[in-house]
């Protein structure tokens, strides 16, 4: 009987670990940016590697790549809404090697004179590491003006 009893307890805890198995950070980052997505009526599109967009202006000038420097009009802000960083409306130059993967990966999707939103996950972002106002783990909302190409 005790085994019978001590079995039980053993399938029992097995199960409730399943149950209350931990989500990966990419699965809470989808979360999160899905749930902003909704709460904030925006059609964005999946890049498929966990970042999402959304572009308001076309925009009609040059499409940047991975080695294009660019000029960017940008605000940064984390999902309740604190700006953590944001430019001047004159923007700020810099090559797309410089900067986080999120941005890397979003910004060549815009053309010049292109306006819109990068959703970008934690780990195209900063990761597990904190980064001055950015703490862990954070999902990067990011209002961009994609002003010139180079």
């Known amino acids: ?3 019978i009893i001590l079995l039980s307890l053993i399938v029992l805890g097995f199960s409730t670990c399943r149950k209350g198995k931990v989500k990966s950070q990419a699965e809470l980052d989808e979360k999160i940016i899905t ?5 904030n009526n925006l059609n964005a599109t999946a ?5 999402y967009y959304v572009v ?4 009609t000038g040059a499409q940047p790549n991975s080695n294009s420097n660019v000029t960017v ?3 940064g802000s984390l999902k309740d809404g604190t700006v953590f960083d944001q430019s001047t409306s004159a923007g700020v130059t810099f090559n797309l090697n410089s900067v986080i993967k999120g941005w ?8 010049k004179g292109g306006r819109g939103v990068l959703l970008i ?3 195209l972002g900063y990761g597990s590491n904190a980064s001055g106002k950015i703490p862990a783990n954070s999902v990067l909302i990011f209002d961009i ?3 010139n190409v180079q």
Not at 47 to 51: E, I, P, Q, V, Y
Not at 56 to 59: A, I, L
Not at 104 to 111: M, S, V
């Open 35 to 39: 749930n902003y997505i909704s709460d």
């Open 104 to 111: 890397q990966e979003g910004i060549p999707l815009f053309k």
């Open 47 to 51: 890049t498929g590697s966990g970042l």
């Open 56 to 59: 308001w202006t076309e925009g």
């Open 121 to 123: 996950p934690s780990a």
């Open 145 to 147: 003006d994609l002003i």
């Open 1 to 3: 009987m005790k085994k």
């Open 73 to 75: 009009n940008y605000k």
